[in-house]
């Protein structure tokens, strides 16, 4: 029986050019992941986080008319447990509120913590005498007959940090905090609250 031989046809070089651009493509990416994953076990870089470290409630007076003025102190604590990286943190913003009522607006100015480190910040928020709705009076009364009022802070803050070959790594803080008091002391109850990142 005869044997039919296929013509033998030659590879373009535009292929082999292709197909030796991708190789080094693949192993450029394969070697960049190996570094990056390296350099993340030797590193491990954490996110920096917020917490409320110290509450204090300084005034909240209540009048029959339904007027409240209140003030409250608040420490925050802002860390960075990174030992390799500075880190900053930015766009804070955060609302202190009474039953679902904005008291007031917390803000920051941009600024950074050095590595494996943390700066404190205080806060002192006064009021105005605030015109309550008969719901809240109704709420502010109960609070005041069980000796104790919760305020909420709520908000969020950025925080930016560069690790070497790593690059700079961005997350979204998120703060939500109850802070209970004891009205006839004035003290806050020991809780620790801290930012959840994403």
Known sequence: MPKYELPHRRTSPLVWLVAVLCTVIAVAVIVTGVIVFVGYIVIRPKVPFVSVIYTHLDVFDYDQAGLLTTQVTIHTKWENDNAQAHASFYDAG??????????????????????????????????????????????????????????????????????????????????????????????????????KSN
């Open 94 to 195: 955060f609302v202190l509120s009474l039953h679902g009522m904005e008291i007031a607006k917390l803000v920051t100015d941009p600024f950074d913590v050095s590595k494996n480190s943390s700066v404190e910040l205080g806060y002192t928020v006064a009021s105005s005498p605030i015109p309550l709705n008969p719901e809240l009076m109704m709420l502010v009364d109960m609070s005041l007959k069980r000796d104790l009022v919760t305020f909420e802070l709520r908000g969020t803050t950025r925080t930016r940090w560069r690790v070497g070959l790593l690059g700079s790594f961005k997350f979204w803080l998120h703060l939500n905090c109850q802070l209970h008091f004891t009205i006839s002391t004035m003290n806050g109850s020991s809780t620790h609250c801290s930012s």
